[in-house]
């Protein structure tokens, strides 16, 4: 498991629990923790969500992972980098590893072969769109980011 995975299925571990509250899974990240800002913990939910390792339902986050299987190093806490904002393609890539047994060279090797053998007629970010959907990826809000980019179509139209 990644670093991320390893925050998000944090707040979990710490409190036994298979479903969390958004404000109590924010609060275990940036109090209980204090790995982060309640406004980054806000970020890392709503990444975790998109990225399909949580998902919201009944009011409640859960985890799509069983949280006693996950072990979590001592002493973890996760490094400055899990904070920068992430890009398209890493959001994709993210979210094929999540829903894959693949690791992170695995899925940027895919997509540089769909990339040429497309002859490199498409960017990474749409090679990377095609995997995912090939993969049977939900990318709906990645494709429109990526699709507005690549038309140049703008928000303000």
């Known amino acids: 498991m990644d670093e991320f995975g390893f925050v998000v299925a944090s707040p979990f571990k710490k409190n036994a629990a298979s479903s969390l509250s958004i404000k109590d899974f924010e609060f275990a990240l940036s109090f209980d923790l204090k790995w982060m800002s309640p406004a980054q913990a806000s970020k890392v939910r709503d990444q975790a969500i998109m990225s399909s390792i949580l998902k919201f339902e009944n009011g409640e ?11 979590i190093p001592a002493g973890f806490k996760p490094s400055e980098d899990l904070f920068r904002e992430k890009g398209n393609i890493e959001r994709i890539m993210d979210l094929l590893i999540t829903n894959s047994d693949m690791d992170k060279r ?16 498409i960017d990474a970010e749409v090679a990377a769109l095609l995997v995912a959907h090939e993969m049977g990826c939900d990318v709906g809000d990645l494709f429109d980011v990526v699709y507005q980019r690549v038309s140049g179509i703008s928000d303000q139209q």
């Open 61 to 71: 986050l859960v985890l799509n992972m069983d949280a006693d299987a996950v072990y």
């Open 106 to 121: 695995d899925v940027a090797s895919r997509i540089n072969i769909k990339q040429d053998s497309l002859a490199g007629l």
